[in-house]
């Protein structure tokens, strides 16, 4: 076996970081014992507690890291339409939902009243929230003032509808991207001078509905 190479703190970090966040992927946050992300990384504790003194320190820069990397894998095309544009969002980050299922639920369900991971969580969704606004047309302070009180809500609906979505999977994935974008396109319309979405629900949704699918 050739030997262990040497790691600088940061990629040692960062390696801790990757094995931490399969392991929460892997099981319920309360099965993830910090001897276990030890044994993966092929560390010992001491140097796992000396990067991260807690499983809820470690936890919490796993998901920090996610959000930020979601936010990157969030982009907003100019050239696409709102719908297309809200459409990729939604995918980049069910992805991640479906992909790790049990740390979504720790954050939104066993650490949702934790101060840590809540303010990981507003700040991804008021940076997404300033992005949408970014592309919308705003007429005034007073209508963009509205439309941020809107995309607020609606990000913190598209939130507790995807958790409970992933606790119960009650409709199709599509469904549920659909729900979302239509409650968005729903709650603008009413604000913004120009329809944000003039081709929404499309011939095929509108079938679809009056089908009750």
Same mark, same amino acid.
């Given at each position: 076996m050739p030997p262990r190479r040497r790691l600088s703190p940061a990629d040692r970090r960062a390696h801790l970081l990757a094995v931490g966040a399969e392991l929460f992927a892997a099981a319920p946050y309360e099965n993830v014992l910090m001897e276990d992300v030890a044994e993966r990384a092929g560390v +010992?504790?001491?140097? %796992?507690?000396?990067?991260? @003194? +807690? $499983?809820?320190?470690?936890?919490?820069?796993?998901? $920090?890291?996610?959000? /930020? &990397?979601?936010? !990157?894998?969030?982009? %907003? *095309? @100019?050239?696409?339409?709102?719908?297309?544009?809200?459409a990729q969002g939604l995918d980049a980050h069910l992805d991640y939902f479906v992909a790790n299922r049990h740390a979504v639920l720790a954050a939104n369900r066993v650490l949702a009243g934790d101060p840590v991971i809540q303010t990981i969580m507003t700040d991804e969704l008021d940076a997404l929230r300033a992005r949408l606004l970014g592309v919308l047309?705003?007429? *005034? /302070?007073?209508?963009?003032?509205?439309?941020?009180?809107?995309? $607020?809500?609606?990000?913190?609906?598209v939130q507790v509808l995807c958790v409970d979505w992933l606790t119960h999977e009650n409709c199709e994935r599509a469904? %549920? &991207? /659909?729900?979302?974008?239509? !409650?968005?396109?729903?709650?603008? &319309? @009413?604000l913004l001078p120009v329809d944000p979405a003039p081709d929404w629900p499309d011939e095929d949704r509108r079938s679809g509905f009056e089908r009750g699918g």
């Open positions: +010992s504790r001491a140097l %796992l507690y000396r990067h991260f @003194p +807690s $499983k809820h320190a470690l936890f919490a820069a796993v998901y $920090k890291e996610a959000a /930020d &990397r979601l936010l !990157a894998a969030t982009r %907003l *095309d @100019p050239e696409a339409t709102f719908v297309e544009q809200l047309p705003l007429a *005034d /302070d007073r209508t963009r003032e509205a439309v941020s009180a809107a995309l $607020k809500a609606w990000l913190v609906f469904e %549920l &991207r /659909d729900a979302c974008i239509g !409650a968005a396109v729903g709650a603008l &319309r @009413p």
